[in-house]
C-alpha cells in the first residue's frame, strides 16, 4: 500500500508565501506523474500544478508565475512554493501521485488526506 503525507498548510496574509509538500511512501518502484490539486467550498476539485517524472511542468492558468512546483525522485516528494497568494488561492489542497508503478509492476494513483491553505488578513 502507498501512502501520501501533505504538510506545510497553513494561515497566511495575502502577499505571503508557503511550501507544501507531500511525501509518498510504501512499496513504490517508480512514480509516473505527481501533482496538487485543490478544492474551494463549494466548488469542484481542480488541478494547480503537475510535474512529470522528468520534470515537465504544467500550471493553471490561476497560479502561473506564483506557484513553483518540483520534485525529488529519490525521496518520492513533491513540493508547492506559493508566493504572492491571494484570498482566492484559500482552499484544501491535494497532493496526487499518478502511474504509482508497485514491485509487482502493479500501476495505481493516489490521493492525499488533503492540507488547508487560507489566506486572509
Known amino acids: 500500500q502507498v501512502q501520501l503525507v501533505e504538510s506545510g498548510g497553513g494561515l497566511v496574509q495575502p502577499g505571503g508565501s508557503l511550501r507544501l509538500s507531500c511525501a509518498a511512501s510504501?512499496?513504490?518502484?517508480?512514480?509516473?506523474?505527481m501533482g496538487w490539486y485543490r478544492q474551494a467550498p463549494g466548488k469542484q476539485r481542480e488541478l494547480v500544478a503537475v510535474?512529470?517524472?522528468?520534470?515537465?511542468?504544467n500550471y493553471a492558468y490561476s497560479v502561473k508565475g506564483r506557484f513553483t512546483i518540483s520534485r525529488d525522485n529519490t525521496k518520492n516528494t513533491v513540493y508547492l512554493q506559493m508566493n504572492s497568494l491571494k484570498p482566492e488561492d484559500t482552499a484544501v489542497y491535494y497532493c496526487?501521485?499518478?502511474?504509482?508503478?508497485?514491485?509487482?509492476?502493479?500501476?495505481?494513483?493516489?490521493w492525499g488526506q488533503g492540507t488547508q491553505v487560507t489566506v486572509s488578513s
Open positions: 510504501g512499496s513504490i518502484f517508480s512514480i509516473n506523474a
Open positions: 510535474i512529470s517524472r522528468g520534470g515537465t511542468t
Open positions: 496526487n501521485a499518478d502511474g504509482v508503478m508497485d514491485y509487482l509492476k502493479r500501476i495505481s494513483d493516489y
